[in-house]
């Protein structure tokens, strides 16, 4: 599962991937004009305390794939090479510029949130519309020559997702039917990814959430969340070397949690994805999965063996946890649950998997 980070020239995109990665891009990187790869790390309060309790001998965040996508500029949108690697993502995080720096030149010589917001949408939907054009010119041909029952179903299929897109509408907000699903899984709708667009403003207005709150009332009818950061401010507060001044820092400037702590939450919620746990005094680590999955479909994140010899999971929830204090204490509250095959695991899910392969 990856993110892909997009943004117009000198949105700030390159700074948060390294904030976010701790990969600085090499020169050769940054020519080769090909996506950029990295990975996250999931800041999360829950694992620390666990790390807490149980003095691990090793602990391990989950992580999750981010990758930097080279210039989103008219020349690239016009070769189509771009969105190449834009349909290889699960998911779109749009890094838009809302500060103003007389330094750092904009493409469109002014700072305008919501008008780039709307080119970068345009200009996915006019991708999934030329694909959508092109598709249903061969459907003609196919349904003429042999009236293909098959083929007049996808035209029907491509027809409704078309009178979708015309009302200036990303196709992720369109319900399908599971049948319409396996018709288009194999094509390169952009639309359809989940995204979430980072507001890059300056510091001085980190504390205004008027901004960000009007686009986020205006795109939710696109199913885009909308957080803001300051880029040259989680750039100043990573630099400082230990966590006190940091928290000094940011406690100054009346940031009570790291926006980039926020982002790789965001990351997780874009891309459906949960959080769950294994403790132990050898190792506290935390895994993602799939929102919806089974107990043994999250064994198998851990490793395929736990999901195909799945007895049963041992669950504790993370909040019985820290306010019980103890493993010990929460099995006496009668709160240590067996669960079978049929359990969902949920946010926080504290899981120890018993198996017999």
């Given at each position: 599962?990856?993110?892909?980070?997009?943004?117009?020239?000198?949105?700030?995109k390159?700074t948060?991937?390294?904030?976010?990665?701790r990969?600085?891009?090499?020169?050769a990187?940054i020519?080769?004009?090909?996506?950029?790869?990295g990975?996250?790390?999931?800041?999360?309060?829950?694992?620390?305390?666990?790390?807490a309790?149980?003095?691990p001998?090793k602990?391990?965040?989950?992580?999750?794939?981010?990758?930097?996508?080279p210039?989103?500029?008219?020349d690239?949108i016009?070769?189509g090479?771009?969105?190449?690697?834009?349909?290889?993502?699960d998911?779109?995080?749009?890094v838009?510029r809302?500060?103003?720096?007389d330094?750092?030149?904009h493409?469109?010589g002014?700072?305008?949130?919501?008008?780039?917001?709307?080119f970068?949408?345009?200009e996915?939907?006019?991708?999934?519309l030329?694909f959508?054009?092109?598709?249903?010119?061969?459907?003609?041909k196919?349904?003429?020559?042999?009236?293909e029952?098959a083929?007049?179903?996808?035209?029907?299929?491509?027809?409704?997702?078309k009178?979708?897109?015309?009302?200036?509408l990303?196709l992720?907000?369109?319900?399908?039917?599971c049948e319409?699903?396996?018709?288009?899984?194999?094509?390169?709708?952009?639309?359809?990814?989940?995204?979430f667009?980072?507001?890059?403003v300056?510091?001085?207005?980190?504390g205004?959430?008027v901004?960000?709150q009007?686009?986020?009332?205006?795109?939710?009818k696109?199913?885009?969340?909308?957080?803001?950061?300051?880029?040259k401010?989680?750039?100043?507060?990573?630099?400082?070397?230990?966590?006190?001044?940091r928290?000094?820092?940011?406690?100054?400037?009346?940031?009570t949690?790291g926006?980039?702590?926020?982002?790789?939450q965001?990351?997780?919620?874009?891309?459906?994805l949960?959080?769950?746990?294994t403790v132990?005094?050898?190792?506290?680590?935390?895994?993602?999965?799939?929102r919806?999955?089974?107990?043994?479909e999250?064994a198998?994140?851990?490793?395929?063996?736990?999901?195909?010899g799945?007895?049963?999971?041992?669950?504790?929830k993370?909040?019985d946890?820290i306010?019980?204090?103890?493993?010990?204490k929460?099995?006496?509250?009668?709160?240590?649950?067996?669960?079978?095959?049929?359990?969902i695991?949920?946010?926080?899910?504290i899981?120890?998997?018993?198996?017999?392969?």
């Amino acid at each position: 599962m990856k993110i892909g980070m997009i943004g117009l020239p000198q949105t700030g995109k390159k700074t948060l991937f390294e904030l976010l990665t701790r990969h600085k891009p090499t020169e050769a990187e940054i020519m080769s004009l090909r996506p950029i790869k990295g990975v996250a790390e999931i800041m999360d309060g829950r694992f620390d305390k666990l790390c807490a309790i149980y003095s691990p001998r090793k602990n391990v965040r989950s992580r999750i794939d981010i990758e930097l996508i080279p210039k989103l500029e008219k020349d690239s949108i016009a070769k189509g090479d771009i969105f190449k690697d834009i349909n290889d993502l699960d998911a779109i995080c749009h890094v838009v510029r809302a500060f103003k720096d007389d330094s750092v030149y904009h493409v469109d010589g002014s700072i305008d949130q919501k008008r780039d917001i709307d080119f970068v949408n345009a200009e996915l939907l006019l991708h999934d519309l030329i694909f959508i054009e092109k598709r249903a010119e061969r459907l003609d041909k196919t349904i003429k020559q042999t009236k293909e029952e098959a083929a007049i179903k996808e035209k029907e299929i491509l027809t409704k997702l078309k009178e979708h897109l015309d009302k200036n509408l990303p196709l992720r907000t369109l319900e399908l039917k599971c049948e319409e699903e396996k018709f288009i899984a194999s094509y390169p709708f952009i639309s359809r990814k989940e995204m979430f667009i980072v507001l890059n403003v300056s510091e001085d207005a980190l504390g205004d959430a008027v901004m960000r709150q009007k686009l986020a009332d205006e795109l939710s009818k696109l199913k885009i969340d909308v957080m803001q950061v300051s880029a040259k401010v989680e750039e100043e507060i990573m630099a400082l070397e230990s966590e006190n001044e940091r928290k000094e820092f940011m406690q100054s400037l009346g940031i009570t949690k790291g926006a980039i702590d926020v982002m790789t939450q965001l990351c997780l919620r874009t891309l459906n994805l949960i959080s769950f746990f294994t403790v132990g005094e050898d190792e506290v680590r935390q895994w993602n999965a799939r929102r919806g999955s089974s107990a043994p479909e999250a064994a198998g994140v851990i490793h395929t063996d736990l999901q195909r010899g799945f007895i049963r999971a041992e669950v504790m929830k993370y909040d019985d946890l820290i306010g019980l204090g103890s493993e010990e204490k929460v099995k006496e509250a009668g709160k240590y649950h067996l669960k079978g095959k049929e359990y969902i695991v949920e946010d926080g899910d504290i899981l120890n998997i018993r198996f017999n392969v």
